[in-house]
């Protein structure tokens, strides 16, 4: 973490000015029966700013699009939102024209109550495909939600609450730093477990050079002032390097939304579209990254970037059954492009993910990989090795193509731990690309072979 | 099956004019002692034919190739063969310079043994990655092999016994037809069961739009008459049709081979190579097809299709841990690439895959896979839907974009059996493609995660 960022608590109620909530509505249907509370999982959130804000969003490339990510499409590109209504148990995804009608009650019931004008409430979903919103639910969820809307840390730790699915943990982080001698900060929450490789982008619209790829959700709210243009850049580029980068499972959800607000209590000097320029180091294909040019862009930009890769951290690490968490950093491709689809292949590979399972330190498997990726590779330049997180004392097990004599037991006690890095240097090139993925197992099975006791489990 | 295709005894050595040998020489070293051939798995094949044959190949375009493949890829040029020595417990790949070297003595010792010409003799490999042959084990097994060949179906059963890994059934088939009143006869052998996803090409140079995806082997004999271009053009066409389109775990291995001996000596007249012309469906990017255009070819041409789908069926229904075998039907796309690539999309998918396994007919995971695939689609003119293999009656559960009102029992009836077809109409174009397919069950991850007592397992 940089040392100019400080961990506070409330996640996305630490920012001034916004309030939170997250209620039961049994959107799930787990309740036990009326008036209990037991067993039932919270499933209803609502983010509030007390003023309009300027937002931004990231959005799943799937042309598969659910309700809740078109209409926010739509709406963010005018920059400005002051709400989030987000429920989980149900994705609102493939649900034709009722469900884009649902999502838009969702959105302006939340600013009847609210007292907002519509426009201004962005909506989100997770859960289930194919199953229409159950709106009497929504609507009674809402309205709960409303009345108990509060600044306080449990607000934002149950809002956090309610956007999970599959995961076993409630995934928050909030950090302070300082812009021209204002206090700022960003706080956020985020779900994932299944069904996650994302790849979004601003529009939705896929860049011809990204591999498309669970339901993740992220909602970052902040108090910087800031431009929409800038803030737009500033999350593109964070999710690019974070949320983009992760996989579990490799299948990329429907769903996939990151959304921030910035509402400017902060009442810092504003970061201006200016402030930003477009990356000299363009990939080709990809979509345009744009790099904070002042100071008070880059500490932005460093602190939204911690948030956003810690987030997106969390989620592999909460990967459905997931028992390790690697980092496949291959470096000297011919092209980022190539980077990125040899360290996916890796990171996607049954094989290879099941030898992380087993704590195989199975050099085989990953040349393999690399070799029916798009990446193109000389097998006698290639070099395979393991280190501790983010360490580079690497222990080589495969040099320029070759089997190393380093001892197994070396080997095996290096792919040991929970946590461990891959390092792959194709030597051809000067690119990079790093993955963070989870290993496959059998709870990962044994968890998606579904639950045919219930009828409605035809979705996601 | 044809109904001018009669199905006959001895495989490989159904054919006129071939013998074969599978032996033990310890290459899996699962030996319990020297003397005794309790425990022990058989590990050396050779087929031989008795004159020398015309040959055509067909080999992984991963861009690591094993030192087998690479021999073979060499030799198979010339278009003449006429034995094949094979073994199983060692890919011989990632192995340099001496791998290479190895599998040409693996060859010469065979040559020698056999009085062949060593360029007559060709080889390949299966097994763990990264090691090299041990090959005092090898000439043993090639002398024991060399002195057991023979004509009968026991033998042939134990050559097929030789190249298995994983596998938990040796594969073999044979067919009888006729060609200008002659009797001619096709017999095969393979093995597959993990690290299944070929994508092979007849000198293992990847196409451009073939996307590119275990071990298999498969070794065919015949005692047809045909020319070498014509055998080449009949083979890449049978191999596109089946073994390039089965997927058991989608990792696509070093040493994918298929092999294919001609000698002739069912003398009916040759088929020439003006018996095939390229195909006037040509795909974009895709390697150029060869149809038969004389009754003879077509005879040929349809035996062999018939000969290597059983086989390739027979890899998926033996994948590691599969209770599933789905054929997965992908049609209305806008071109076979892209039909293609929303088949391997869903074939591939973690989470579809373990919807198989659990019977459940979720189809919101097999839309968002599709989703994400780079088919272009409309959501709301694609139709998904399940039947018994290979039928026309199909039990819709999502017409249109939008799920059907069908009982959720029969979904899950339609879902149930060990084998059914899921039927994907994306009704934007006119292009179809077809991928065979197994589930993801525990006992996949729980035989992958490796077996960590023994240090030789750092490969495949």
């Given at each position: 973490m940089q040392k100019t960022l400080k961990t506070v608590l409330g996640s996305i109620v630490a920012p001034r000015g916004f309030r939170a909530a997250g209620v039961f509505c049994d959107i799930k249907r787990l309740g036990t029966g009326k008036g209990s509370e037991k067993g039932r999982k919270r499933d209803l959130a609502i983010i509030v700013s007390d003023v309009p804000a300027v937002a931004a969003g990231m959005f799943t490339t799937n042309q598969v699009k659910a309700a809740p990510v078109q209409l926010c499409i739509r709406r963010i590109a005018k920059?400005?939102?002051?709400?989030?209504?987000?429920?989980?148990?149900?994705?609102?995804?493939?649900?034709?024209?009722?469900?884009?009608?649902?999502?838009?009650?969702?959105?302006?019931?939340?600013?009847?109550?609210?007292?907002?004008?519509?426009?201004?409430?962005?909506?989100?979903?997770?859960?289930?495909?194919?199953?229409?919103?159950?709106?009497?639910?929504?609507?009674?969820?809402?309205?709960?939600?409303?009345?108990?809307?509060?600044?306080?840390?449990?607000?934002?730790?149950?809002?956090?609450?309610?956007?999970?699915?599959?995961?076993?943990?409630?995934?928050?982080?909030?950090?302070?730093?300082?812009?021209?001698?204002?206090?700022?900060?960003?706080?956020?929450?985020?779900?994932?477990?299944?069904?996650?490789?994302?790849?979004?982008?601003?529009?939705?619209?896929?860049?011809?050079?990204?591999?498309?790829?669970?339901?993740?959700?992220?909602?970052?709210?902040?108090?910087?002032?800031?431009?929409?243009?800038?803030?737009?850049?500033?999350?593109?580029?964070?999710?690019?390097?974070?949320?983009?980068?992760?996989?579990?499972?490799?299948?990329?959800?429907?769903?996939?939304?990151?959304?921030?607000?910035?509402?400017?209590?902060?009442?810092?000097?504003?970061?201006?579209?200016?402030?930003?320029?477009?990356?000299?180091?363009?990939?080709?294909?990809?979509?345009?990254?744009?790099?904070?040019?002042?100071a008070p862009a880059r500490v932005f930009q460093a602190a939204l970037d911690h948030v956003c890769l810690t987030l997106a951290h969390m989620i592999v690490r909460d990967g459905e059954g997931a028992t390790r968490f690697v980092t496949v950093r291959v470096e000297g491709a011919r092209s980022v492009i190539e980077a990125d689809?040899?360290?996916?292949?890796?990171?996607?590979?049954?094989?290879?993910?099941?030898?992380?399972?087993?704590?195989?330190?199975?050099?085989?498997?990953?040349l393999d990989a690399v070799g029916y990726s798009s990446a193109r590779i000389a097998e006698e330049k290639i070099d395979i090795g393991y280190s501790a997180p983010g360490s580079r004392r690497i222990v080589w097990c495969f040099k320029k193509g070759q089997p190393t004599k380093i001892k197994f037991d070396l080997l095996r006690a290096a792919v040991a731990p929970r946590q461990f890095d891959l390092h792959i240097r194709l030597n051809v090139g000067r690119c990079s690309a790093v993955i963070y993925a989870a290993d496959l197992t059998e709870a990962y099975v044994d968890f998606n072979k579904g639950d045919l006791s219930n009828p409605s489990a035809l979705g996601g």
């Open positions: 920059g400005r939102a002051q709400a989030i209504v987000a429920n989980s148990g149900n994705a609102n995804a493939s649900t034709g024209a009722l469900g884009l009608k649902n999502a838009e009650e969702m959105a302006s019931e939340a600013a009847r109550l609210l007292h907002l004008p519509e426009q201004l409430v962005l909506v989100a979903s997770t859960g289930r495909i194919g199953v229409q919103l159950p709106m009497p639910n929504v609507r009674r969820g809402i309205r709960k939600a409303v009345s108990s809307l509060g600044g306080s840390p449990e607000h934002a730790a149950e809002a956090a609450e309610a956007i999970m699915t599959s995961d076993t943990l409630a995934k928050t982080v909030s950090v302070e730093f300082a812009i021209g001698g204002r206090q700022v900060r960003i706080g956020g929450i985020c779900k994932g477990a299944g069904m996650i490789q994302p790849g979004m982008s601003p529009t939705g619209q896929r860049p011809a050079a990204i591999v498309p790829h669970a339901t993740m959700l992220a909602f970052l709210t902040t108090d910087v002032a800031i431009e929409a243009p800038a803030l737009r850049a500033a999350l593109c580029r964070a999710v690019a390097a974070s949320f983009n980068r992760i996989t579990v499972d490799g299948d990329m959800s429907t769903n996939d939304t990151v959304l921030v607000l910035a509402n400017g209590l902060a009442s810092n000097n504003p970061i201006r579209a200016a402030d930003y320029r477009p990356s000299r180091n363009k990939t080709a294909g990809a979509p345009p990254v744009h790099e904070p040019i002042s689809a040899a360290a996916r292949a890796v990171a996607n590979s049954a094989l290879v993910k099941t030898s992380w399972y087993g704590g195989d330190p199975n050099w085989g498997r990953i």
